[in-house]
C-alpha cells in the first residue's frame, strides 16, 4: 500500500487529507498514481487535471511524475506555494 497525502486547497477540495491506495502495478510512478486517482472522476479529474499545476514528494523529496514509488512509500500532494 502507498501513502497519500494532499494539502491545503487540495486537501479542500478532495474533502480528505490522506489515504492509502493500492497500486496497479509493480512499476508504479508518480504518474501512474495521478492517473488512477484521475480516473475517479469528479473532483479528482479536475484537481489532478493536466493543466492544474500539482506538487508531489515521495517520502518528503520533492520529484517530478516519472518519480518510481514502491509498496509503504508516502506520497504528498500539494499546491505551489505563493507569497506576498
Do not use: H
Request: proline letters at 4%; a negative charge.
Amino acid at each position: 500500500m502507498i501513502n497519500l497525502l494532499y494539502f491545503a486547497r487540495l486537501r479542500e477540495a478532495l474533502q480528505t487529507g490522506s489515504e492509502t491506495l493500492d497500486p496497479q502495478s509493480d512499476s508504479t510512478t508518480v504518474a501512474t498514481i495521478v492517473d488512477q486517482l484521475r480516473a475517479r472522476g469528479g473532483v479528482w479529474q479536475d484537481v489532478f487535471a493536466e493543466n492544474q499545476t500539482v506538487l508531489v514528494a515521495v517520502n518528503q523529496e520533492m520529484c517530478d511524475l516519472e518519480a518510481a514509488v514502491k509498496d509503504g512509500d508516502e506520497v504528498a500532494f500539494f499546491p505551489p506555494v505563493t507569497g506576498g
